[in-house]
Protein backbone atom coordinates (compact mmCIF):
# COMPACT_ATOMS: atom_id res chain seq x y z
CA UNK A 1 0.00 0.00 0.00
CA UNK A 2 1.08 3.68 -0.40
CA UNK A 3 1.24 6.74 1.92
CA UNK A 4 -2.43 7.21 0.00
CA UNK A 5 -3.38 3.35 0.62
CA UNK A 6 -3.48 2.46 -2.69
CA UNK A 7 -2.28 -0.80 -3.57
CA UNK A 8 1.13 -0.88 -5.47
CA UNK A 9 1.81 -3.01 -7.96
CA UNK A 10 5.42 -4.87 -8.07
CA UNK A 11 7.45 -4.39 -11.37
CA UNK A 12 7.03 -7.75 -13.36
CA UNK A 13 8.30 -9.86 -15.74
CA UNK A 14 6.04 -8.50 -18.30
CA UNK A 15 6.92 -4.80 -17.44
CA UNK A 16 10.68 -5.88 -18.04
CA UNK A 17 10.13 -7.48 -20.80
CA UNK A 18 7.99 -4.13 -22.33
CA UNK A 19 10.96 -2.19 -21.78
CA UNK A 20 13.42 -3.82 -24.40
CA UNK A 21 14.69 -1.30 -26.68
CA UNK A 22 12.90 1.67 -24.55
CA UNK A 23 13.64 3.69 -21.61
CA UNK A 24 16.49 1.57 -20.00
CA UNK A 25 15.59 -0.83 -16.99
CA UNK A 26 17.28 0.66 -13.63
CA UNK A 27 18.55 -1.71 -11.67
CA UNK A 28 21.02 -1.98 -8.04
CA UNK A 29 22.31 -4.84 -5.73
CA UNK A 30 20.50 -5.01 -2.60
CA UNK A 31 20.83 -7.20 0.05
CA UNK A 32 19.46 -5.74 3.76
CA UNK A 33 16.04 -4.20 4.35
CA UNK A 34 17.39 -0.73 4.94
CA UNK A 35 19.11 -0.32 1.52
CA UNK A 36 15.89 -2.32 -0.23
CA UNK A 37 14.14 0.17 1.54
CA UNK A 38 16.30 3.42 0.13
CA UNK A 39 16.51 2.19 -3.34
CA UNK A 40 13.08 0.51 -3.95
CA UNK A 41 11.40 3.64 -5.28
CA UNK A 42 13.94 4.77 -8.16
CA UNK A 43 14.85 0.84 -9.35
CA UNK A 44 12.39 -1.10 -11.75
CA UNK A 45 14.26 -4.43 -9.75
CA UNK A 46 16.83 -5.31 -6.67
CA UNK A 47 18.47 -7.70 -7.01
CA UNK A 48 20.11 -9.90 -4.01
CA UNK A 49 23.45 -10.31 -5.90
CA UNK A 50 25.96 -12.84 -4.68
CA UNK A 51 28.28 -10.49 -4.56
CA UNK A 52 26.96 -10.13 -0.77
CA UNK A 53 29.69 -12.40 -0.35
CA UNK A 54 32.33 -10.11 -0.96
CA UNK A 55 30.43 -6.78 -0.03
CA UNK A 56 28.69 -8.05 3.24
CA UNK A 57 30.39 -11.13 4.56
CA UNK A 58 34.00 -10.05 3.19
CA UNK A 59 34.52 -12.89 1.05
CA UNK A 60 37.68 -13.09 -1.47
CA UNK A 61 34.97 -14.21 -3.98
CA UNK A 62 31.56 -15.59 -4.15
CA UNK A 63 32.11 -18.86 -4.20
CA UNK A 64 31.26 -19.85 -0.45
CA UNK A 65 27.73 -18.05 -0.28
CA UNK A 66 25.17 -20.45 0.28
CA UNK A 67 21.57 -20.87 -0.27
CA UNK A 68 20.19 -19.78 2.89
CA UNK A 69 22.36 -17.12 2.64
CA UNK A 70 20.34 -16.15 -0.28
CA UNK A 71 17.09 -16.85 1.61
CA UNK A 72 17.58 -15.06 4.10
CA UNK A 73 19.13 -11.93 2.27
CA UNK A 74 16.39 -12.66 -0.47
CA UNK A 75 13.31 -12.47 2.89
CA UNK A 76 14.41 -9.01 3.63
CA UNK A 77 14.90 -7.44 0.38
CA UNK A 78 11.44 -8.58 -0.23
CA UNK A 79 9.98 -7.01 3.06
CA UNK A 80 11.32 -3.72 2.67
CA UNK A 81 10.81 -3.26 -0.58
CA UNK A 82 6.83 -2.67 -2.97
CA UNK A 83 7.17 -1.37 -6.13
CA UNK A 84 10.75 -2.92 -7.43
CA UNK A 85 10.90 -7.34 -8.74
CA UNK A 86 13.10 -8.77 -6.31
CA UNK A 87 15.35 -10.75 -8.24
CA UNK A 88 17.61 -13.58 -6.36
CA UNK A 89 20.99 -14.85 -7.53
CA UNK A 90 21.78 -19.14 -7.42
CA UNK A 91 24.74 -18.95 -6.04
CA UNK A 92 27.57 -21.37 -6.98
CA UNK A 93 26.91 -24.87 -6.79
CA UNK A 94 23.22 -24.78 -6.92
CA UNK A 95 22.84 -24.73 -10.74
CA UNK A 96 25.59 -27.47 -12.24
CA UNK A 97 23.54 -30.98 -11.21
CA UNK A 98 21.09 -30.39 -14.03
CA UNK A 99 17.54 -29.42 -14.93
CA UNK A 100 15.87 -31.43 -11.41
CA UNK A 101 17.86 -30.51 -8.59
CA UNK A 102 18.23 -27.26 -9.77
CA UNK A 103 14.60 -26.72 -9.89
CA UNK A 104 14.33 -27.90 -6.30
CA UNK A 105 17.08 -25.29 -4.93
CA UNK A 106 15.14 -22.84 -7.28
CA UNK A 107 11.69 -23.69 -6.15
CA UNK A 108 13.17 -23.23 -2.51
CA UNK A 109 14.71 -19.90 -2.69
CA UNK A 110 11.33 -18.26 -4.37
CA UNK A 111 9.10 -19.93 -1.79
CA UNK A 112 11.12 -19.01 1.35
CA UNK A 113 12.26 -15.74 -0.03
CA UNK A 114 9.07 -14.05 -1.52
CA UNK A 115 11.48 -13.17 -4.39
CA UNK A 116 9.83 -12.74 -8.00
CA UNK A 117 12.69 -14.25 -10.17
CA UNK A 118 16.03 -16.32 -10.17
CA UNK A 119 19.30 -15.22 -12.11
CA UNK A 120 21.42 -17.69 -13.03
CA UNK A 121 25.27 -17.66 -14.29
CA UNK A 122 25.56 -19.72 -17.57
CA UNK A 123 25.18 -20.03 -21.06
CA UNK A 124 24.47 -22.47 -23.53
CA UNK A 125 25.60 -24.86 -21.22
CA UNK A 126 22.71 -23.89 -19.35
CA UNK A 127 19.74 -23.21 -21.34
CA UNK A 128 18.00 -27.15 -20.76
CA UNK A 129 18.04 -26.30 -16.97
CA UNK A 130 16.82 -22.59 -17.65
CA UNK A 131 13.96 -23.89 -20.01
CA UNK A 132 12.76 -26.51 -17.11
CA UNK A 133 12.36 -23.80 -14.70
CA UNK A 134 10.61 -21.68 -16.84
CA UNK A 135 8.38 -23.90 -18.01
CA UNK A 136 7.99 -24.83 -14.28
CA UNK A 137 6.75 -21.35 -12.94
CA UNK A 138 10.25 -20.07 -12.00
CA UNK A 139 11.25 -16.71 -14.24
CA UNK A 140 14.73 -16.91 -15.34
CA UNK A 141 17.30 -14.37 -15.46
CA UNK A 142 20.37 -14.88 -17.50
CA UNK A 143 24.61 -13.65 -16.95
CA UNK A 144 26.52 -14.13 -19.56
CA UNK A 145 30.41 -12.47 -20.11
CA UNK A 146 31.83 -12.70 -17.17
CA UNK A 147 30.61 -15.19 -14.98
CA UNK A 148 32.04 -14.14 -11.35
CA UNK A 149 31.27 -17.85 -10.13
CA UNK A 150 33.91 -18.93 -13.12
CA UNK A 151 36.42 -17.36 -11.60
CA UNK A 152 38.87 -20.55 -10.96
CA UNK A 153 38.20 -21.63 -14.63
CA UNK A 154 39.25 -18.02 -16.11
CA UNK A 155 41.62 -17.29 -13.66
CA UNK A 156 40.39 -14.34 -12.56
CA UNK A 157 38.20 -11.77 -13.44
CA UNK A 158 38.80 -10.40 -16.92
CA UNK A 159 37.23 -8.77 -19.80
CA UNK A 160 35.11 -11.30 -21.91
CA UNK A 161 34.57 -11.62 -25.45
CA UNK A 162 37.85 -9.91 -26.65
CA UNK A 163 38.38 -12.73 -29.53
CA UNK A 164 36.50 -13.51 -32.37
CA UNK A 165 35.77 -17.16 -31.17
CA UNK A 166 35.08 -15.65 -27.64
CA UNK A 167 32.47 -12.77 -28.93
CA UNK A 168 31.04 -15.69 -31.13
CA UNK A 169 30.28 -17.86 -27.88
CA UNK A 170 28.52 -15.44 -26.01
CA UNK A 171 26.53 -14.44 -28.52
CA UNK A 172 25.65 -17.91 -28.89
CA UNK A 173 25.16 -18.18 -24.80
CA UNK A 174 22.63 -15.26 -25.26
CA UNK A 175 20.48 -16.90 -28.12
CA UNK A 176 20.40 -19.83 -26.27
CA UNK A 177 19.14 -18.36 -22.66
CA UNK A 178 16.74 -16.45 -25.01
CA UNK A 179 15.57 -19.91 -26.51
CA UNK A 180 15.21 -21.20 -23.28
CA UNK A 181 12.48 -18.50 -21.95
CA UNK A 182 14.79 -16.19 -19.84
CA UNK A 183 13.32 -13.38 -19.97
CA UNK A 184 16.12 -11.12 -19.22
CA UNK A 185 19.96 -11.44 -19.73
CA UNK A 186 22.77 -9.68 -17.82
CA UNK A 187 25.77 -9.37 -19.83
CA UNK A 188 29.20 -8.57 -17.56
CA UNK A 189 32.64 -7.30 -18.67
CA UNK A 190 32.48 -7.66 -22.03
CA UNK A 191 33.59 -5.09 -24.56
CA UNK A 192 31.40 -3.08 -25.65
CA UNK A 193 30.49 -3.84 -29.00
CA UNK A 194 30.21 -7.22 -28.40
CA UNK A 195 27.34 -5.75 -25.85
CA UNK A 196 26.00 -3.71 -28.42
CA UNK A 197 25.42 -6.85 -30.76
CA UNK A 198 23.37 -9.25 -28.29
CA UNK A 199 21.38 -6.32 -27.40
CA UNK A 200 20.39 -5.92 -31.19
CA UNK A 201 20.37 -9.75 -31.64
CA UNK A 202 17.57 -10.76 -28.70
CA UNK A 203 14.46 -10.21 -27.90
CA UNK A 204 14.67 -9.98 -24.39
CA UNK A 205 16.30 -6.79 -22.52
CA UNK A 206 20.01 -6.91 -21.64
CA UNK A 207 21.30 -5.62 -18.42
CA UNK A 208 24.61 -4.31 -18.97
CA UNK A 209 27.54 -4.49 -16.03
CA UNK A 210 30.60 -2.88 -17.38
CA UNK A 211 29.07 -3.82 -21.14
CA UNK A 212 27.76 -1.01 -22.98
CA UNK A 213 25.31 2.21 -22.60
CA UNK A 214 23.33 0.30 -25.51
CA UNK A 215 22.00 -2.30 -23.34
CA UNK A 216 18.22 -2.11 -22.27
CA UNK A 217 19.30 -1.60 -18.59
CA UNK A 218 22.01 -1.23 -16.19
CA UNK A 219 22.75 -2.50 -13.07
CA UNK A 220 25.58 -1.65 -10.65
CA UNK A 221 26.16 -3.07 -6.69
CA UNK A 222 24.93 -0.36 -4.86
CA UNK A 223 27.79 -0.33 -2.36
CA UNK A 224 30.04 0.67 -5.38
CA UNK A 225 27.76 3.38 -6.45
CA UNK A 226 27.39 4.73 -3.13
CA UNK A 227 31.24 4.70 -2.12
CA UNK A 228 30.55 2.38 0.46
CA UNK A 229 32.56 -0.75 -0.21
CA UNK A 230 36.21 0.21 -0.77
CA UNK A 231 38.24 -2.91 -0.93
CA UNK A 232 38.40 -2.44 -4.51
CA UNK A 233 36.31 -0.61 -7.27
CA UNK A 234 35.84 -2.36 -10.69
CA UNK A 235 36.63 0.84 -13.42
CA UNK A 236 32.84 0.51 -14.40
CA UNK A 237 31.97 1.84 -11.48
CA UNK A 238 30.78 5.49 -11.38
CA UNK A 239 30.47 6.30 -8.01
CA UNK A 240 27.69 8.99 -7.13
CA UNK A 241 28.32 9.45 -3.34
CA UNK A 242 31.62 8.51 -1.30
CA UNK A 243 29.84 7.37 2.16
CA UNK A 244 32.46 5.76 3.59
CA UNK A 245 34.21 8.82 3.87
CA UNK A 246 30.85 9.94 5.63
CA UNK A 247 30.47 7.42 7.65
CA UNK A 248 34.11 7.64 8.98
CA UNK A 249 33.56 11.36 9.96
CA UNK A 250 30.59 10.40 11.80
CA UNK A 251 31.70 7.80 13.69
CA UNK A 252 34.78 9.73 14.87
CA UNK A 253 32.99 12.98 15.74
CA UNK A 254 30.86 9.94 17.86
CA UNK A 255 33.76 8.55 19.72
CA UNK A 256 35.21 11.90 20.28
CA UNK A 257 31.68 12.97 22.09
CA UNK A 258 31.61 9.89 24.31
CA UNK A 259 35.54 9.67 25.39
CA UNK A 260 35.08 13.59 26.29
CA UNK A 261 31.39 12.87 28.20
CA UNK A 262 29.76 15.25 25.27
CA UNK A 263 27.03 12.07 24.26
CA UNK A 264 24.58 11.28 25.96
CA UNK A 265 23.75 14.94 26.38
CA UNK A 266 20.52 15.80 28.77
CA UNK A 267 18.17 15.62 25.56
CA UNK A 268 19.33 12.25 25.09
CA UNK A 269 18.95 11.00 28.59
CA UNK A 270 15.85 9.51 30.38
CA UNK A 271 14.14 12.55 32.30
CA UNK A 272 13.89 12.29 35.96
CA UNK A 273 10.22 11.17 37.02
O1 LIG B 1 26.13 -10.82 -7.76
C1 LIG B 1 25.88 -9.74 -8.31
O2 LIG B 1 25.77 -8.70 -7.64
C2 LIG B 1 25.68 -9.71 -9.75
C3 LIG B 1 25.54 -8.39 -10.43
C4 LIG B 1 26.55 -7.40 -10.15
C5 LIG B 1 25.17 -8.51 -11.86
O3 LIG B 1 25.63 -10.72 -10.35
Do not use: W
Request: one cysteine or more; aromatic letters at 6%; a negative charge.
Amino acid sequence: MSAAGEKIKRFSVNDVLARKGGTPLVSLTAYTAPMARLLDPHCDFLLVGDSLGMVVYGMDTTLSVTLDMMIRHGAAVVRASRRAMVVVDMPFGTTGEGPGVTFRHAARLLAESGAQAVKIEGGEEMAETVEYLVLRGIPVMGHIGLRPQMVNVMGGYRTQGRDARAAEQIVADARALENAGAFSIVIEGTVAALAREITRTVTVPTIGIGASVECDGQILVAEDLLGLFTEFTPRFVRQYASLAGEVDRAVAAYADDVKNRRFPGTAEMVAPL
